[in-house]
T-cell receptor
Framework: ETGVTQSPTHLIKTRGQQVTLRCSSQ?????VSWYQQALGQGPQFIFQ???????GRGNFPPRFSGLQFPNYSSELNVNALELDDSALYLC?????????????FGPGTRLTVL | SQQGEEDPQALSIQEGENATMNCSYK?????LQWYRQNSGRGLVHLIL?????REKHSGRLRVTLDTSKKSSSLLITASRAADTASYFC??????????FGTGTRLQVFP
């Protein structure tokens, strides 16, 4: 167990809808990253938040947005859902002062867009 | 796009055999990590090797890194059915994000 939790576990939406996914980091972890993993692929970096500010973004359109709260929990929002957004969404948190070698991944949210 | 490629894409072996997976990447790195993923769930960190290291061991795992060839290998010795999973390498590309390869699906038969 990494201490990182995600909700919901599974979600089904229809094309054009909006979705919010949630991640609760380990206590004290002030950096959270979100990844999208399509079926049969490796995870792809969406963005990272550090102290409530976006701190790096991958090749994803603006309809993918995020928030980090003062307690360092985080949300991933996706607007105008497309069929290709169907994937496993993973969040990963890490404590302050350390680099990527100490990221802790949650179990993921599986999103299906119909 | 993915940073790396794992080879093979799929591997089937019997319990007790060794499993070797290879990973190639494209850019310079600070470190390379290997992760395991069971049935499309969360990623479990297995081992990290830094760019100035050539080999590292952890239990039944052995990782090598060749930065001149931009490649790494993961060896799992004496495989068990419980090792059945997908295995991914991930590099940091000198940035603060992880870049994953495409993964190797390992099936270990009892």
């Amino acid at each position: 167990e990494t201490g990182v939790t995600q909700s919901p576990t599974h979600l089904i939406k229809t094309r054009g809808q909006q979705v919010t996914l949630r991640c609760s980091s380990q206590s004290g972890h002030n950096t959270v990253s979100w990844y999208q993993q399509a079926l049969g692929q490796g995870p792809q970096f969406i963005f990272q938040y550090y102290r409530e500010e976006e701190n790096g973004r991958g090749n994803f359109p603006p309809r993918f947005s995020g928030l980090q709260f003062p307690n360092y929990s985080s949300e991933l929002n996706v607007n105008a859902l497309e069929l290709d957004d169907s994937a496993l969404y993973l969040c990963a948190s890490r404590p302050p002062g350390l680099s990527t070698d100490t990221q802790y991944f949650g179990p993921g949210t599986r999103l299906t867009v119909l | 796009s993915q940073q790396g490629e794992e080879d093979p894409q799929a591997l089937s072996i019997q319990e007790g055999e060794n499993a070797t997976m290879n990973c190639s990447y494209k850019t310079s790195i600070n470190n390379l990590q290997w992760y395991r993923q069971n049935s499309g769930r969360g990623l479990v960190h297995l081992i990290l090797i830094r760019s100035n290291e050539r080999e590292k061991h952890s239990g039944r795992l052995r990782v090598t890194l060749d930065t001149s060839k931009k490649s790494s290998s993961l060896l799992i010795t004496a495989s068990r059915a419980a090792d059945t999973a997908s295995y991914f390498c991930a590099t940091d590309g000198n940035t603060d994000k992880l870049i994953f390869g495409t993964g190797t699906r390992l099936q270990v038969f009892p």
